[in-house]
């Protein structure tokens, strides 16, 4: 019953199944592109760092006593100490410090603690406290990242948030103007179906199937368009950019393209037998 109504009112049928690839396929894209922003932001997130360089008359007894305050305050903060022997042999490896090799008598520089931590925002905090130590020279914190992680994060849910929301509401409206069409078209049968004593399930059901297959199809296409056509041609341009593929690090793994796929399918599904249920109880009133 469901598929004679979809095959009756093909262009109606046609319009929805448009739309709802339209959308799903400009979902897909997105989770695809947020994924690849969400794993960027997270390999911002493991490069910011704080220094604090130490004056010259701190010792390591007294360094380890400084370290063991910033832990007991903030657990997770990953904390190394770099002697001023490490620093000059770090130093001399750079290019710079190849270059000055011949002109650097004694060792000019201090001893520092390099501290990271898995919310790098916390840095902000770490360094506020180190700053007002009597035993740190200098902190160096590149606040600019931590300040735009902070709206990476917050652009991408907002974004994220705003996008689901209104793919959502669109395809639901258009599914539930197709369904109102077949109920039009039928209204006088299921009156008739109605009289004779047929439930408002037995009623409702095929509507809410009609929904369903529109759609899976819809669905069906998304997930061609963004898994089988979008997600090669960008993995392919990204792949001959090293620079592009480092700032948007799109992932191809089969386990999130399977689940990708299944979670498009599902919201298909569900906004179409949702669109039915609601145009069946609005315009049918069962």
């Known amino acids: 019953m469901a598929a004679t109504s979809i095959s ?8 929805a199944v448009a739309t ?9 894209i ?14 911002l997130e493991a490069k910011a760092q704080l ?8 010792d390591r007894s007294e360094a380890e006593v400084l370290i063991g305050d910033i832990r007991a305050r903030w657990p997770q903060a990953q904390i190394q100490y770099v002697s001023p022997k490490v620093a000059l042999s770090q ?46 020279h200098n902190v160096v914190l590149n606040r600019d990242l931590t300040g735009k992680l902070a709206e990476i994060a917050t652009v991408v849910a907002i974004a994220g948030t705003a996008v689901v929301l209104g793919l959502a509401i669109l395809a639901l409206i258009m599914v539930i103007n197709t369904t109102h069409l077949s109920i039009e078209a039928r209204r006088e049968e299921i009156e008739v179906v109605r009289l004779v004593g047929a439930t408002q399930r037995f009623v409702r059901n095929p509507l809410i199937v009609e929904g369903l297959l529109l759609g899976v199809a819809g669905a069906i296409l998304a997930t061609l368009v963004g898994l089988g056509i979008f997600l090669p041609v960008i993995h392919w341009v990204l792949a001959g950019s090293s620079t592009l593929g480092a700032l948007l690090p799109i992932t191809t793994s089969p386990l999130f393209v399977a689940s990708l796929g299944a979670a498009v399918l599902a919201a298909g599904a569900s ?6 249920y609601v145009s069946a109880r609005r315009f049918a009133r069962i």
């Open 91 to 136: 130093f001399r490896q750079t290019s710079l410090g190849r270059s000055l090799s011949g002109a650097i008598e004694g060792n000019p520089l201090p001893a520092s603690l390099d501290i990271r931590m898995p919310n790098p925002l916390l840095l902000n905090r770490i360094a506020a406290r180190l700053s007002s130590n009597a035993d740190v």
């Open 20 to 28: 709802l690839t339209f959308m799903l396929s400009a979902l897909t």
């Open 8 to 15: 009756r009112h093909r262009g109606a049928s046609a319009v």
């Open 271 to 276: 906004i179409g037998a949702a669109g039915s």
């Open 51 to 58: 220094v604090a360089y130490l004056k010259p008359s701190v």
């Open 30 to 43: 997105f989770v695809l592109l947020a994924n690849g922003l969400e794993q960027a932001a997270s390999s």
